[in-house]
């Protein structure tokens, strides 16, 4: 059983907001984002398909690469934080690039 410390370490590390399939889809729909208003899409979308890909993963006789005991509904809006974040970051980036 999970104390309530683990639970927030899983939601907060590599199972939630710092979900490293989160953060790069999140950064590539934001560095192809050419409105602010995109970045939203971005963080639902890098959400839901990390929590798509971690039931295809589930389904193969693999170990999980960042297995945790939170279920979808608890990481799902820390993937959608997480997502935003990164595509927020690469919009800004790719704004700065273009200019120069």
């Known amino acids: ?9 899983d939601l907060f590390g590599l199972a939630g ?8 889809i ?10 602010l208003q995109k970045l939203w899409i971005a963080g639902f ?12 993963i589930g389904a193969l006789p693999v ?7 939170a279920g979808a509904l608890a990481v799902f809006p820390f993937r959608f934080v997480g ?3 990164a595509s ?6 790719s704004r700065r690039v273009k200019r120069a």
């Open 63 to 69: 170990p999980q690469p960042f297995a945790h005991d």
């Open 88 to 93: 927020a970051v690469t919009y800004w980036l």
């Open 45 to 56: 979308a890098a959400a839901a398909l990390t929590l798509i890909l971690d039931v295809a």
């Open 17 to 24: 907001l710092l979900n490293p399939f989160a953060l790069l």
């Open 26 to 35: 999140g950064g590539y729909l934001g560095w192809k984002a050419d409105r």
């Open 1 to 9: 059983m999970m104390t309530l410390s683990e639970t927030w370490f």
């Open 83 to 85: 997502g935003l974040i």
